[in-house]
């Protein structure tokens, strides 16, 4: 069985920052692109960061609006990836999944869709003014 488990959302103040954590099982994690993405009320769903590997070294892609405060981290002795958002804006309330694609996904074509291979459940972060 595949899971994908969010934390670390919350209220967090505008100008501070959020870390939320997904731990994933159930599938060959070394081999799949995990992303991070948003979906505030009355929006569609955004790719907000994902990661992959391309000849055993990382890739990234941010999505222009939190370009220069976000990064994307992965650890796969833990089958973990975090996502870090500094100097947070009321827009960036939404809920936050986690998701992942594969196998050989790339980060970018993996955050400018959202027909993925599996998803989190979700997470509330709401930014207060």
């Known amino acids: 069985e595949v899971l994908l488990e969010e934390s670390g959302g919350g209220l967090v103040q505008a100008g501070g920052s959020l870390r939320l954590s997904c731990v994933a099982s159930g599938f060959n994690f070394d081999d799949y692109a995990i992303g991070w993405f948003r979906q505030a009320p009355g929006k569609e769903r955004e790719g907000v960061s994902c990661?992959?590997?391309?000849?055993?070294?990382?890739?990234?892609y941010y999505v222009d609006t939190v370009k220069g405060r976000a990064s994307i981290s992965s650890d796969n002795a833990k089958n973990t990836v975090w996502l870090q958002i500094d100097d947070v804006k009321p827009d960036d309330t939404a809920v936050y999944y986690c998701a992942a694609d594969g196998p050989f996904t790339t980060a970018h074509s993996m955050c400018v869709t959202t027909g993925l291979d599996y998803w989190g459940q979700g997470i509330q972060v709401t930014v207060s003014s």
């Open positions: 990661i992959s590997s391309y000849d055993g070294r990382p890739v990234y």
